[in-house]
């Protein structure tokens, strides 16, 4: 399989970003930053993964993210894109619960997600394609215009109960 590999061929997981992907998200980001799905690419302020591959990224699941709600600025994330329809609800209502009402969500998928509260307005869509006749994934700019206190202590309870289970 080898001897097949291209002179120029570069070698890297296919979903991590590349520079030209990396440059415009950090051109978006403003203010107290977090990467939910930081993957190797550690753009933020805080930078999070459930498989951290650096000291730098904390450990923590997109579901239930470990964070105060209206803590952050700008929210980026890049969830793993074959989960399944039912499974994307949750982590993006997450990033909206931890960012700031005033804040930008930065989300990269193949889908477009939404929050049927109408917590957040949908400001921007770009087509990200790697390669020509390649496949597409979407990058989101939304802006955070309300809060959800029901959500938001319905999930801190959830997570104060985890870590208790965790001591
Ligand atoms: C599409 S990749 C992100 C790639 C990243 N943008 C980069 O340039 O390296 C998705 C990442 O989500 C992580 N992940 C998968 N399930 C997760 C979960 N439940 N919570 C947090 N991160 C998760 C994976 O470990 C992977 O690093």
Redesign the pocket.
């Known amino acids: 399989m080898e001897e097949l590999l291209k002179k120029n061929t570069i070698l890297q ?1 296919c ?3 590349n520079d030209t ?2 440059n415009f998200v950090k051109g978006k980001i403003q203010g107290k930053s977090l ?7 550690p753009i933020c302020d805080i930078n ?4 951290p ?1 650096d000291k730098s990224i904390l450990k ?4 239930l993210l470990p964070f105060d709600s209206n803590s952050f600025d700008t929210v980026v994330s ?4 074959k ?1 399944g329809y039912y499974e994307r609800f949750k ?1 993006f209502f997450e990033c909206v619960r931890v960012c700031k009402v005033g804040g930008r969500i930065i989300y ?1 998928a193949t889908w477009i997600p939404s929050c049927p509260s109408g917590d957040v307005k949908l400001i921007d869509v770009y087509v990200r394609q790697d390669n020509d006749f390649s496949n597409t994934s979407i990058i989101c700019i939304f802006e955070k215009i309300q809060d959800n206190p029901d959500y938001n202590s319905k999930q801190e309870l959830q997570l104060s109960q985890d870590m208790r289970g965790k001591e």
């Open positions: 997981k979903w991590v970003w992907v990396t990467n939910v799905c930081a993957g190797l690419n999070m993964d459930l498989d591959k923590g699941d997109m579901r890049d969830p793993p894109w989960i982590p990269n």
